[in-house]
């Protein structure tokens, strides 16, 4: 299949249009290194391992994003912990189980709307409900809470997309030959459907680890020395520490913002490699 | 109609109406399907013909916005009764789809997908074997257990999706167009399995090529708009139709 689309796409440079496709798929490329070049040069004196490790400091020089980092690395994994089992199971149930009723149309709807609700607005709530309401805190459990309703969403939209594509016929295949609708669900449709979901839930946990808005409303501190090692210790990211870092008018402070970025695409990176990594293996076994 | 004979029909509907969003595609169809024949379903496109078969084993309450009227009996029992185990009801009643739709794994894992659903335990070896023996895949070599079932040629593959059916030793099988989009060898093939499988099952075949329901039906119906036109024995609705609109379609005339 990835032989065919290559192919195809060896074709499509002939022409008009394909000429321009390229030439946007250049122009988006550019961008990026570019982007990633500008990051490192502003950040080349203060990327160090040191720099991954250590607290932020007073002094620009000596800071570092050690507990941003640690910061992250938890939300990401509570997130991802809470987040993927419940929006793949809401996913699942909508797409395979609950009857077209009106409810449930109703519910698609809310759920539709909720993902594209700008992030901030989640931070609004999780102050009253999460760090007041409950009592938690600006904890990084706060955080996290505030980082799962915004991914929820974003995670069954996508995730109920992916299940829409694997065509009826195969569920029909599969009920034909008496299996019950859990069987054609977890033996036929959810391998079908697992790259693509896959796929889903680590754009929507990657929206989750870029957010800064939600988490400066929750309190996120930005100078803490030491690096959290439980949910209840306070919330700190690093994207609320580039904010805190490029907001200082010192001539420092930048270039540790640029390398804090560096932190956050390199935790993407990761992310994505993980991604990756599953995509070969589904070609390895089944494709 | 409904009065039973010595033996009660394999399969049988009573004034069967079937609608999608209100919208009929059969109305009122009652057939018997004796017990060991084959009986073909012939009509043109739209007619209702595997709306009809999927009535037979509980498939179209899979589409939303299906309503079934009506009765439909397997062997005097009947089948969408509230008791009734829909998952059940398509182990013994079998079903061919027009497309192979295989699943995207190995021949064996196909073949034993029915008998895994249904929790056989132990050894499916045995089982897997003699149904890829039936449509002509096994010759002894477990090279193709192992194949994937996606490489196989479309000829292949429809007996594949004959062969997943048939590990679940069905009492009917249904054949949504066998042979649609076969070149002539590879129908050759598949028409050779429906023959010999006469003596193991009833078949219900739906077919909108009518010389393939005269090569292998005992009996032929030919449905038009949702209706049940005419039904009889294969010979007689082909060479002496009582039906007008059958006379028309059997010759080409129909629109």
Redesign the interface.
């Known amino acids: 299949m990835s032989e065919s689309r290559r192919a195809g796409a060896g074709v499509a440079i002939r022409g008009p249009i394909g000429a321009m496709g390229v030439a946007a798929a250049l122009v988006t490329m550019a961008a990026l290194i570019l982007l990633t070049g500008v990051l490192l040069v502003e950040a080349r004196e203060v990327l160090d391992w040191r720099f991954f490790l250590d607290p932020p400091s007073r002094v620009a020089a000596e800071g570092g994003v050690g507990p941003a980092l640690a910061g992250s690395l938890w939300l990401t994994l509570l997130v991802a912990a809470i987040a993927v089992p419940l929006g793949v199971g809401t996913a699942v149930y909508l797409a395979e189980y609950a ?2 009723t009106r409810l449930v149309k109703a519910v698609e709807s809310v759920l539709t709307n909720l993902a594209g609700v700008p992030s901030v607005v989640y931070g609004i709530a999780g102050l009253a409900l999460f760090v007041r309401g409950l009592g938690l805190g600006p904890s990084i459990l706060a955080g996290a809470l505030t980082l799962t309703a915004l991914t929820v969403p974003l995670v069954v939209v996508n995730c109920r997309k992916a299940l829409r594509a694997v ?14 609708r859990w ?1 054609v669900v977890r ?2 449709v959810l391998p ?1 459907a697992a790259p693509d979901i896959v796929a889903g839930c680590c754009a929507a946990l990657l929206r989750a680890v870029g957010a800064a808005a939600p988490l400066l409303m929750l309190g996120a501190v930005s100078f803490t020395t030491f690096a959290p090692d439980s949910p209840n210790d306070p919330l700190t990211a690093l994207p609320t520490q580039i904010f805190a870092w490029a907001a200082r008018p010192q001539e420092g402070f930048l270039a540790l913002a640029a390398g804090a970025s560096v932190a956050l695409l390199l935790l993407m990176a990761a992310m994505h490699l993980v991604l990756f990594a599953h995509r070969r293996r589904q070609r390895g076994t ?2 | 109609m409904s009065a039973p004979g010595p033996a009660p029909p394999a399969l049988s509907t009573e004034r069967l109406t079937v609608r999608f969003d209100g919208k009929a595609v059969l109305r009122d169809v009652s057939i018997e399907i004796p017990l060991g024949r084959v009986v073909s379903i012939i009509g043109p496109a739209g007619s209702g013909k595997t709306t009809l078969l999927r009535s037979f ?1 509980r ?1 179209n309450e ?4 299906a309503k079934t009227a009506g009765k439909v009996h397997f062997r005097g029992v009947d089948l969408y009764a509230a008791e009734i185990d829909p ?2 009801v ?2 013994r009643i ?2 061919v ?1 027009q ?1 192979a ?5 190995s021949v064996f894992d196909n073949v034993a ?2 008998l895994r ?2 929790g056989v335990e132990g050894d499916l070896h045995g089982l897997v074997e003699e149904a890829l023996t039936v449509v002509g895949l096994w010759s002894g070599g477990a090279e193709v257990l192992d194949a994937r079932a996606l490489d196989l040629t479309a000829g292949e593959q429809r007996r594949l ?1 004959i062969a ?2 048939l590990a ?1 030793k069905p009492d009917c099988l249904l054949l949504d167009e066998p042979t649609a989009a076969l070149d002539p060898a590879a129908s050759a093939k598949v028409e050779s399995i429906i023959h010999a499988l006469r003596h193991e099952c009833t078949i219900v075949l739906a077919t909108s090529d009518h010389t393939q329901a005269g090569r292998l039906s005992d009996l032929t119906a030919f449905l038009d708009s949702g209706r049940l036109m005419e039904y009889g024995a294969t010979q007689e609705l082909f060479t002496n139709p009582r039906n007008e609109r059958t006379e028309s379609y059997l010759t080409g005339r129909l629109p």
Do not use: C, V
């Not at chain 1, 065509?167 to 019950?180: H, K, N, T, V």
């Not at chain 2, 899979?62 to 916005?65: A, K, M, R, V, W």
């Open positions: 009857p077209p065509p009826d016929e195969f569920r029909w295949a599969a009920f034909g030959l008496g299996a019950s069987q033996d036929q079908a089944s494709a | 084993n498939m899979l589409i939303p916005g998952a059940e398509r182990r079998g079903m789809f497309e739709t295989l699943f995207p794994k997908f029915g659903a249904k999706s997943r059916a679940l």
